[in-house]
T-cell receptor, first 118, second 113 residues
Framework: NAGVTQTPKFQVLKTGQSMTLQCAQD?????MYWYRQDPGMGLRLIYY???????DKGEVPNGYNVSRLNKREFSLRLESAAPSQTSVYFC?????????????????FGPGTRLTVL | GESVGLHLPTLSVQEGDNSIINCAYS??????FIWYKQESGKGPQFIID?????DKRQGQRVTVLLNKTVKHLSLQIAATQPGDSAVYFC????????????FGTGTRLLVSP
């Protein structure tokens, strides 16, 4: 049971190039998320998918597109990369890693993709 | 190397000391709070959570305190160990119809042997 996996782990792009970050979860969860993390800041939500076939914008969606390919996979695409998109990208999927009697799901994070745009 | 957290507030403690990491949250309507630990080069790892109808919750070596009056959250780590060195984030869940976490900026904990 791998949980959440992300590929690639590292990527260097030139300004204007495109790429797709892949995320997969094997926990049969409905919801999946993409975050970015910049130095000195917490994680910020880019896009999320509440269920297969649906996607919605988060806090910082500009410059990104997403595809919920199926229940397992949620990809993030940069059509024309910019230096401002240099960041660490995390994919996440609930549920709550420690079962409790009540309360919302807690996200479970992948290992991250470190992207540098030159 | 890890570029996350270069400008984060830092708490330095000696091994065996108790550590207290503080967090101010933004939304009085948030009803669920989580502390994460993030080690260099890894994704955030869940530590402990608390609901808004509680003011204290204890786990293994960790305690979370919630003060809703001043919108303040703290994480107490007892008998801090070098392995506790990491960046710690608080996060709040705002019930907007779909559960999305809003993260604080984080605190770096450095534990000296």
């Amino acid at each position: 049971n791998a949980g959440v996996t992300q590929t690639p782990k590292f990527q260097v792009l030139k300004t204007g190039q495109s790429m797709t970050l892949q995320c997969a979860q094997d926990m049969n969860h409905n919801s999946m998320y993409w975050y970015r993390q910049d130095p000195g800041m917490g994680l910020r939500l880019i896009y999320y998918s509440a269920s297969e076939g649906t996607t919605d914008k988060g806090e910082v969606p500009n410059g990104y597109n997403v595809s919920r390919l199926n229940k397992r996979e949620f990809s993030l695409r940069l059509e024309s990369a910019a230096p401002s998109q240099t960041s660490v990208y995390f994919c996440a999927s609930p549920p709550y890693p420690r079962r409790g009697p009540s309360g919302p799901d807690t996200q479970y994070f992948g290992p991250g993709t470190r992207l540098t745009v030159l | 190397g890890e570029s996350v957290g270069l400008h984060l507030p830092t708490l330095s403690v000696q091994e065996g000391d108790n550590s207290i990491i503080n967090c101010a949250y933004s939304n009085s309507a948030s009803d669920y709070f989580i502390w994460y630990k993030q080690e260099s080069g890894k994704g955030p790892q869940f530590i402990i959570d608390i609901r808004s109808n509680m003011d204290k919750r204890q786990g293994q070596r960790v305690t979370v305190l919630l003060n809703k009056t001043v919108k303040h959250l703290s994480l107490q780590i007892a008998a801090t160990q070098p392995g506790d060195s990491a960046v710690y984030f608080c996060a709040e869940i705002m019930n907007t119809g779909f559960q999305k976490l809003v993260f604080g900026t984080g605190t770096r904990l450095l534990v000296s042997p």
